[in-house]
């Protein structure tokens, strides 16, 4: 499954105090909160139907999140797949590859649409917003950003590279692409995106001029 460092809710420190969380509770929470999320969308998870769909007292849900976005966020971020950061002996831009590809897959699915057509509609700086952005885009990004230095480091890619500007010609079309629906975000696409972007970050070119 994939894991995301430390976005479960709460930011580090803010712990609530009572009983020890716990793991198995945390799974039965975000398989009923993807559930709801498949059944009708983003309005369908708040913290009673989750709990009560997990099995679960309300306060347990507050225990791991702060409110029905976060919580539907963290849903949406669990896949199948590995969370390629910790995949140390492959290939970093492998890793990235795979992890692009994870993006589109798992918007490919109705929870996926059901979310990203909520976020459309949404105003920049609503509840759904924000968790989108603080649960879900700073998250991946935070992931490619490790990817991406690890192939500096490995000379994949140039080491003089602009980090936070390849990130965003890297995650921009695919965000863009899912918020304005004007075209498929699929595995296609997401490898013409780091392949194009991949021309200009390899080893053997030299950085541009300063102007």
């Known amino acids: 499954m994939s894991k995301i460092v430390e976005v479960k809710g709460a930011a580090p420190g803010s ?20 559930a709801l999320l498949a059944d009708g969308g983003l309005g369908a998870v708040t913290m009673e139907a989750v709990a009560a769909r997990a099995g679960v007292g ?3 849900v507050y225990r ?14 669990e896949t199948e797949l590995d969370n390629p950061v910790r995949s140390s002996g492959s290939s970093a831009i492998a890793a990235l590859r795979a992890q692009l590809r994870a993006i589109a897959k798992r918007f490919a ?25 603080n649960h879900f885009v700073l998250a991946r990004r935070a992931e490619g950003k ?4 690890r192939a500096m480091q490995n000379r994949e890619v140039r080491g003089d590279l602009d980090a936070e500007v390849a990130l965003d010609l890297l995650y921009g079309p695919l965000f863009f ?9 699929d595995e296609a696409f997401v490898d013409g995106v780091l392949d194009q972007a991949l021309q200009g970050m390899h080893a053997g070119r030299t950085a541009r001029a300063p102007r």
């Open 64 to 77: 791991w999140w702060p409110d029905r976005h976060a919580v539907a966020m963290v849903a949406l971020m």
């Open 146 to 149: 490790a990817l991406l230095e």
């Open 177 to 185: 692409r899912l918020l304005m629906g004007h075209a498929s975000l």
């Open 58 to 60: 309300k306060p347990t």
């Open 15 to 34: 712990r609530r105090r009572g009983r020890p969380r716990s793991e198995k509770a945390r799974r039965a929470i975000i398989k009923a909160a993807q």
């Open 109 to 133: 699915t109705t929870t996926g649409r059901h979310v990203a057509s909520m976020i459309a509609a949404a105003q920049t700086e609503s509840e759904v917003s924000k968790a989108f952005r």
